[in-house]
């Protein structure tokens, strides 16, 4: 059984599409590019699709992951081709590994956000950036099927800062964008929560719902404070394996060996 492990992406007036939806789109893109799909057992097999954290509904992503199981080995790249041809435009397949190394979801432990600020004076939001990691604590709500939940988003706030911006269109209305670097804890720490902490600490309250992507995520470098491309070992073990081969094919024989 062969794994390959895709990264797609959630663009445009795609971004609103849950992640039912997307379940559903992509299992019709399997039937229709001919995927050779391993299934469940059971009375209901389902073919094997394995999700990783995805983003929540009505943001957008450059930096989503699935792992798919294959009953019969196929080149990842003629796959994602395939895949990205038989899906609509904005949900897009961008890359695709076989999988040579364990734990995918466990490579999953960080998030960089971008936060489109429109209607906001970039001075006041860096402000308000300021503000919200001076403090040690930031309590902010969220509503839950259980009730109202409050709880400190602070923590797990790794990086916020404000980047310089120009209007799409000849207008004078300010824009601020936001960068968030988010751990992946428990509970999880959701770019909306970053804006309602900023609303608690300084605040700051956009007259317009923020445009929010994810640009990128997988494992956190605490030194250097980036996220790491998740895929990247999978492509080293390839580059690994290729390597070994051709240097035994290339190997003297043995004198005296038939």
């Given at each position: 059984m062969q794994r390959i492990r895709l990264r797609y992406t959630?663009?445009?007036?795609?971004?609103?599409?849950?992640?039912?939806?997307?379940?559903?789109?992509?299992?019709?893109?399997?039937?229709?590019?001919?995927?050779?799909?391993?299934?469940?057992?059971?009375?209901?097999?389902?073919?094997?699709?394995s999700y990783a954290n995805a983003a929540p509904t009505g943001t957008g992503s450059e930096a989503e992951y699935l792992e798919i199981a294959l009953t019969e080995a196929r080149d990842p790249g003629t796959l994602r081709?395939?895949?990205?041809?038989?899906?609509?435009?904005?949900?897009?397949?961008?890359?695709?590994?076989?999988?040579?190394?364990?734990g995918l979801a466990d490579r999953l432990t960080a998030s960089v956000w971008e936060l489109r600020l429109d209607g906001v004076d970039p001075l006041d939001a860096r402000r308000a950036v300021e503000a919200f990691t001076a403090a040690g604590t930031v309590e902010v709500q969220r509503m839950t099927?259980?009730?109202?939940?409050?709880?400190?988003?602070?923590?797990?706030?790794?990086?916020?800062?404000?980047?310089?911006?120009?209007?799409?269109?000849?207008?004078?209305?300010?824009?601020?964008?936001?960068?968030l670097v988010v751990r992946h804890v428990t509970p999880a720490v959701r770019p909306d929560d970053v804006l309602s902490g900023l609303r608690a600490v300084a605040d700051l309250a956009p007259p317009v719902p923020a445009a929010v992507t994810r640009l990128a995520q997988g494992l956190f470098d605490e030194?250097?404070?980036?996220?790491?491309?998740?895929?990247?070992?999978?492509?080293?073990?390839?580059?690994?394996?290729?390597?070994?081969?051709?240097?035994?094919?290339?190997?003297?024989?043995?004198e005296g060996s038939a």
């Amino acid at each position: 059984m062969q794994r390959i492990r895709l990264r797609y992406t959630k663009r445009g007036r795609l971004r609103f599409t849950s992640h039912r939806d997307f379940q559903r789109a992509f299992e019709r893109a399997l039937r229709r590019a001919e995927v050779p799909m391993a299934y469940s057992a059971g009375f209901t097999p389902h073919p094997k699709v394995s999700y990783a954290n995805a983003a929540p509904t009505g943001t957008g992503s450059e930096a989503e992951y699935l792992e798919i199981a294959l009953t019969e080995a196929r080149d990842p790249g003629t796959l994602r081709a395939l895949l990205d041809e038989s899906l609509p435009t904005g949900l897009d397949i961008v890359d695709a590994v076989e999988a040579r190394t364990p734990g995918l979801a466990d490579r999953l432990t960080a998030s960089v956000w971008e936060l489109r600020l429109d209607g906001v004076d970039p001075l006041d939001a860096r402000r308000a950036v300021e503000a919200f990691t001076a403090a040690g604590t930031v309590e902010v709500q969220r509503m839950t099927k259980n009730g109202v939940r409050t709880f400190d988003a602070r923590p797990a706030v790794a990086e916020l800062e404000t980047h310089s911006s120009r209007p799409d269109g000849p207008t004078d209305q300010p824009c601020a964008i936001l960068r968030l670097v988010v751990r992946h804890v428990t509970p999880a720490v959701r770019p909306d929560d970053v804006l309602s902490g900023l609303r608690a600490v300084a605040d700051l309250a956009p007259p317009v719902p923020a445009a929010v992507t994810r640009l990128a995520q997988g494992l956190f470098d605490e030194e250097t404070g980036t996220v790491t491309d998740p895929l990247a070992p999978d492509r080293e073990a390839a580059e690994a394996l290729t390597a070994a081969s051709a240097a035994a094919a290339t190997a003297p024989t043995p004198e005296g060996s038939a």
